[in-house]
């Protein structure tokens, strides 16, 4: 990504592109219909927007109900910006049978030309890009894809917080998941300094939410805590160092530390968090710089993340004894 392309104003900050893909889900005429077996979810492991989604199908059952495609944390030699499937043997998506994440937004508009992100929900019956709205993704699978939740699933968007829950993640949105990605693709140190200030200044109101709190909204984890924590655990390991978010680590922040940690334990978070292609992606791979500004391909060998697995003691924040969700 270099200057000039239409995610940099001309202040040198990074402006994220809109999601071309933005047709809900539902029940409603217009809407995509909600079935089981009909989308394929593609994601990469590095990507937070994607991650948390990742979760919340994990943690709310519906893995055999929508089936994911998982693109390389490398990003292929290729004269435009994708992801592509590497991984998979032969290297195509065994479901979709394409190479690159490119392919399934060119089926579904032909005149595509924006950066192909993901997650990206893909109809199989219709072989196209339905949905890539990252930002409203996990409140569709918390709501009308109910009917296919796991029994006893947890309720991570509890009808009378939505309002707050809306609120405090354009708020974790703006200053913190795309906060990190504002300093580190910033093309100019005014905005860079600007967009690390706004980062910091938010992330220490948060450590202090979180002194007399468990999570963020108290005893319970709400879909809140699921996208700051696609951040927080991207913090130390890639954004500290990649994008220059050095004013201090998560590890620093007693109260955000023990919290990451926390729900790290949770099933549904840490098993899904994949740290060496995360760190191949930020470290190796990141297409804001030229292939000879990436450190000579050197993945670094730190930081020490051995402990997200010790004791937290954040339960003792909570009138709970053991990590609990609302049902």
């Known amino acids: 990504m270099t200057k000039?392309?239409?995610?940099?104003?001309?202040?040198?900050?990074?402006?994220?592109?809109?999601?071309?893909?933005?047709?809900?889900?539902?029940?409603?005429?217009?809407?995509?219909?909600?079935?089981?077996g009909r989308y394929r979810l593609l994601w990469s492991a590095v990507c937070p927007w994607a991650h948390r989604s990742v979760i919340v199908r994990k943690v709310l059952g519906l893995e055999e109900v929508i089936s994911l495609g998982t693109a390389s944390p490398m990003r292929p030699?290729?004269?435009?910006?994708?992801?592509?499937?590497?991984?998979?043997?032969?290297g195509v998506d065994p479901v979709l049978g394409i190479k690159y994440i490119s392919e399934?937004?060119?089926?579904?508009?032909?005149?595509?030309?924006?950066?192909?992100?993901?997650?990206?929900?893909?109809?199989?019956?219709?072989?196209?890009?339905?949905?890539?709205?990252?930002?409203?993704?996990?409140n569709y699978l918390e709501t009308v894809w109910a009917p296919f939740h796991k029994e006893n699933a947890p309720n991570l968007?509890?009808?009378?917080?939505?309002?707050?829950?809306?609120?405090?993640?354009?708020?974790?949105?703006?200053?913190?998941?795309?906060?990190?990605?504002?300093?580190?693709?910033?093309?100019?140190?005014?905005?860079?300094?600007?967009?690390?200030?706004i980062l910091f200044a938010r992330l220490d109101e948060l450590e202090e939410r979180l002194a007399t709190k468990r999570f963020l909204f108290g005893d319970y984890i709400t879909d809140s805590?699921?996208?700051?924590?696609?951040?927080?655990v991207r913090f130390d390991a890639a954004y500290y160092s990649a994008f220059k978010t050095n004013r201090n680590r998560i590890v620093d922040f007693p109260n955000l530390w023990g919290y990451l940690r926390d729900l790290y334990q949770t099933p549904g978070f840490g098993d899904t968090t994949d740290f060496?292609?995360?760190?191949?992606?930020?470290?190796?791979?990141?297409?804001?710089?030229?292939?000879?500004?990436k450190g000579y391909n050197i993945l670094p060998k730190g930081p020490d993340l051995s402990g997200l697995h010790s004791q937290h003691n954040r339960a003792g924040l909570s009138n709970k004894t053991e990590k609990f969700f609302i049902h």
């Open 225 to 232: 805590d699921v996208r700051l924590y696609a951040t927080l």
């Open 4 to 36: 000039g392309t239409k995610e940099i104003n001309a202040d040198g900050s990074f402006n994220r592109q809109k999601n071309r893909f933005t047709t809900p889900f539902g029940n409603e005429k217009d809407q995509l219909p909600v079935e089981a």
């Open 104 to 138: 399934i937004y060119k089926k579904a508009a032909p005149d595509f030309t924006g950066r192909p992100t993901v997650p990206v929900m893909v109809d199989v019956k219709e072989q196209k890009a339905v949905n890539n709205d990252y930002f409203k993704l996990t």
């Open 77 to 90: 030699r290729l004269p435009h910006v994708d992801w592509e499937f590497s991984l998979d043997e032969g």
């Open 157 to 197: 968007y509890p009808e009378h917080l939505r309002a707050e829950i809306d609120a405090l993640n354009d708020i974790i949105f703006h200053d913190v998941n795309n906060g990190v990605y504002k300093c580190g693709f910033a093309q100019s140190q005014e905005a860079y300094e600007a967009a690390y200030d």
């Open 276 to 293: 060496h292609a995360i760190k191949v992606h930020y470290h190796l791979s990141n297409h804001i710089a030229d292939d000879d500004q």
